[in-house]
């Protein structure tokens, strides 16, 4: 399994940002996938995830109504828009998918400056 980030960068505070996740060696329309993001100083957080099978979504509290999540299986390709962003969103974001156990991208990092 591999999955691969991108669309990480410098943006101010209430600009957008939107992240891809591109997987491959895996089936990947069966298998739920999300987002989690790491700060320094602070533990792994779930941030966003989306079902396989209806999309159904579920979100952490801190960015409901500024991030969405996304897929598109027939690309292969999971991705998170990010508006609104605030300098406490500043992390390194780590896609994830699950087989049988939970696999992990590179991480792509965010900064949010005011």
């Known amino acids: 399994v591999q999955l691969v980030e991108s669309g990480g960068g410098l943006v101010q505070a209430g600009g957008s940002l939107r992240l891809s996740c591109a997987a491959s060696?895996?089936?990947?329309?069966?298998?739920?996938m999300g987002w989690y993001r790491e700060a320094p100083g602070k533990q792994r957080e779930l941030v966003a995830a989306?079902?396989?099978?209806?999309?159904?979504?579920n979100y952490a509290d801190s960015v409901k109504g500024r991030f969405t999540i996304s897929r598109d299986n027939a690309k292969t390709t999971m991705y998170l828009q990010m508006n609104s962003l605030k300098p406490e969103d500043t992390a390194v974001y780590y896609c994830?998918?699950?087989?049988?156990?939970?696999?992990w991208g590179q991480g792509t990092q965010v900064t949010v400056y005011s």
């Open positions: 994830t998918i699950y087989s049988g156990k939970l696999h």
């Open positions: 989306i079902t396989s099978d209806v999309g159904s979504t």
């Open positions: 060696g895996i089936t990947f329309s069966v298998n739920g």
